[in-house]
């Protein structure tokens, strides 16, 4: 069974202020002045691991053995007998842990005080009773064909502080309580790697990367939930860091040295912002190098670098490293010193698309090995299949408090529900309105398949707004480009497939617009979470047409909101139709071809073919066509579609 961390207690609740840059669609939707509280999703908070002046000298680890704790912990989840749920307290103080092994086997068996260890430390164990215990790598189907999958391509520590409830909201307007009040420097990590730390602008942990730190230093592995933007890539990277700055030197310092840290990601962007954090924290490490083998690059270039400099870190999306694994000489070898494996974006990597991929990647490196899993969401059909790559006793961490909502408060969550043939005309009508109201305004557009957002990205940039485009039709080079210009730039709208859905960290982003169904309640969450990360404030539309509404029921616990409808003068109305008008007829082709192959793979839409072929006519009526275009035959029969009556064929 798996060990959980939960907390213990109700958590502290912050003031929250609403935005002061508010939509006019938002203030005609909460028309009244809104003070809010949220939840503060505090996680139990880490015992502090050295004493002033002791600075880095003893872990948790090493803390919690000098009490017995750890080995303690680890006999608790082996031994139901022996393992009843535990609960660490710090003698008097507020600090605690929780430890909950498989609490259904345990219930009834009393509530019993037990010292473990020396019964010096600092720490009490007590048994507990009754405690109850969650695109562009996806290949090149070629939008349209057969199913297109959109694109990017709990018990045991709960370490908890009490008392710590106060909001931390700094006069900015910025929320910073996903910030623990532990620093770095608090912590048992390299001098080396708290001066790149330190270098980072990083002073105090995430409320994740305290959760999770001492356990990944303790050699567990570690699957760990939290809300987006609030650093989970330093969570992981630093202890594997660490852990790799203890091997001994000649392991480090052979010619060719063997890959140590594995980071897998669903999408190229996020590998080389996983591999650019990573180069933060190394800075002062000279000896450890860190590399990128992402798909859409040329596999001899990555070779070739991979031979020349220190890859100690490899960073990879799933189908190029396969490809390395069959083709590149020697790579499979060097795989076999791998002693930290990273699935970032868990549960997307391990879904349906990549699962085949990540079973070869795990049969590829050793047993002996840890393994972290982090992400945002994860659902419980994910747990279930951690197995595919985490040891059966693994940790489950959870910083997103139980009942909470998995989207962060300081983020306005709206919905607007609108026929098709509106949906060019709104989307133009909310730009121009935050555009305007708001000179810093970093939009992203989300579509629904690559082609789609091309089409979008063609159609605005005809209205004159400040377009980038990003999707897996578009050359890497130029992905990453578009990437960089977005994250460094303000006055910017990045019409996007969900190549940027997850993971990627674009600073200060206003406003996150999700046109069409997202496809499933996961991918709703992290295309939001582009918004409103490291506490600051955001904003979210989702557009759906009527028949659409249904997806409505899978995020009903979150607070989502109908926004009314922009209105449109005829003046606009005209401005868009004239930009649908100059659209390439190409790319309406595609996007409609496109749009029929997404729908078809929705299990809802997807099953009436007649009712999919009127809906999708709507689309083409929407782009300003009289006509749908013609689709291939081949097309057509792969997509099971042959012979359903409104398609035209090639
Ligand atoms: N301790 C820290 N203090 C301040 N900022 C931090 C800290 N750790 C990470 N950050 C910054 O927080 C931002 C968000 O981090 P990151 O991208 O890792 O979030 P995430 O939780 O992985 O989000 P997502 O779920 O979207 O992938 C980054 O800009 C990162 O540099």
Redesign the pocket.
């Known amino acids: 069974m798996p060990t959980e961390l939960v907390p213990l207690r109700p958590l502290g609740y912050a003031a929250s202020l609403p935005s002061s840059r508010v939509l006019s669609i938002f203030g005609r939707a909460f028309p009244f002045k809104l003070k809010y509280l949220s939840l503060s999703s505090k996680p139990p908070r880490l015992p502090l691991m050295a004493s002033a002046g002791e600075k880095g000298s003893v872990s948790v680890e090493d803390e919690a053995r000098s009490a017995g704790g750890r080995d303690g912990m680890r006999r608790s989840r082996k031994s139901p007998r022996n393992g009843a749920p535990l609960k660490r307290q710090r003698g008097g103080d507020s600090n605690f842990l929780q430890v909950i092994g498989d609490a259904k086997k345990h219930r009834g068996s009393g509530r019993k005080e037990k010292s473990l260890g020396s019964g010096k430390g600092p720490y009490r164990f007590e048994v507990l009773d009754g405690e109850d215990e969650e695109e562009d790598e996806i290949g090149n189907m070629g939008e349209g064909v057969v199913t297109v999958i959109s694109e990017d391509s709990t018990s045991l520590h709960a370490l908890m502080k009490e008392g710590d409830s106060n909001a931390q909201k700094s006069l900015l307007g910025v929320d910073d309580s996903?910030?623990s009040e532990t620093r770095?420097d608090q912590c048992s990590i390299s001098s080396l790697s708290l001066r790149g730390?330190k270098d980072?602008?990083?002073?105090?942990?995430?409320q994740?990367?305290e959760a999770t730190l001492p356990v990944i230093l303790g050699g567990d592995d570690v699957l760990a939930k939290?809300?987006?933007?609030?650093?989970?890539?330093?969570?992981f990277l630093l202890p594997a860091i660490e852990v790799l700055s203890k091997l001994p030197l000649v392991e480090r310092e052979q010619k060719r040295p063997s890959i140590n840290v594995l980071v897998l990601c669903p999408t190229r962007e996020?590998a080389n912002?996983v591999a650019a954090?990573a180069n933060?924290l190394l800075k002062y490490h000279p000896s450890i190098g860190v590399q990128v083998v992402i798909g859409g690059t040329r596999l001899t270039q990555e070779q070739r670098r991979m031979q020349t400099n220190p890859c100690q870190i490899l960073v990879a999306t799933p189908g190029r490293l396969k490809d390395h694994i069959e083709n590149t000489q020697g790579f499979a070898t060097r795989l076999k010193g791998m002693k930290v494996l990273v699935l970032?974006?868990a549960d997307r990597l391990l879904d349906m698309g990549f699962r085949k991929d990540i079973e070869k990647i795990v049969a590829s490196v050793p047993k002996q090995r840890q393994t972290l899993l982090?992400?945002?969401t994860i659902p419980e059909g994910v747990r279930q299949i951690c197995h595919i790559a985490m040891k059966k006793d693994h940790a489950f961490i959870n910083t997103v408090e139980e009942g909470s909502e998995e989207t962060h408060s300081q983020v306005r969550q709206m919905y607007l529900i609108a026929p098709l043939d509106k949906h060019f005309s709104i989307l133009y009508s909310l730009l121009t309105e935050h555009v305007l109201e708001d000179a810093d305004y970093k939009v992203i557009v989300f579509c629904t398949t690559a082609m789609v957002t091309k089409l979008v990205a063609d159609f605005l940039s005809r209205l004159g707004l400040n377009i980038r485009e990003i999707h897996s039709r578009k050359a890497q080079n130029y992905r990453s480009r578009v990437s960089e210009e977005f994250r460094q730039s303000k006055g910017l709208i990045l019409v996007s497939s969900d190549v940027s859905a997850?993971?990627?960290?674009y600073?200060d982003v206003t406003l996150v617009i999700q046109v069409g169904l997202p496809a499933d309640r996961e991918q709703y969450i992290?295309r939001l979470?582009?918004t409103g990360?490291?506490g600051k404030e955001g904003k979210g539309i989702l557009m759906l047409a009527p028949w659409e509404k249904f997806f409505l029921a899978s995020i009903k616990d979150l607070p989502v909101t109908e926004a009314p409808l922009p209105l449109t003068d005829s003046n606009t109305q005209r401005k868009v139709e004239e930009a649908l008008r100059r659209v390439e007829m190409k790319n309406k082709e595609s996007a409609y071809q496109a749009w029929l192959g997404y729908y078809n793979s929705n299990k809802t839409i997807g099953r009436d073919k007649r009712k999919l072929v009127e809906l999708a006519e709507e689309f083409s009526q929407s782009m300003g066509l009289t006509d749908p275009p013609a689709i291939p035959k081949l097309i057509l029969r792969k997509m099971g579609l042959n012979n359903v009556p409104g398609l035209r064929s090639l």
């Open positions: 996903y910030l770095f730390i980072a602008g990083y002073e105090k942990m995430t994740v990367q939290a809300k987006t933007g609030t650093g989970k890539t330093v969570a996020l912002q954090e933060k970032d974006e982090f992400s945002a997850r993971g990627v960290d600073p992290h979470g582009r990360r490291k």
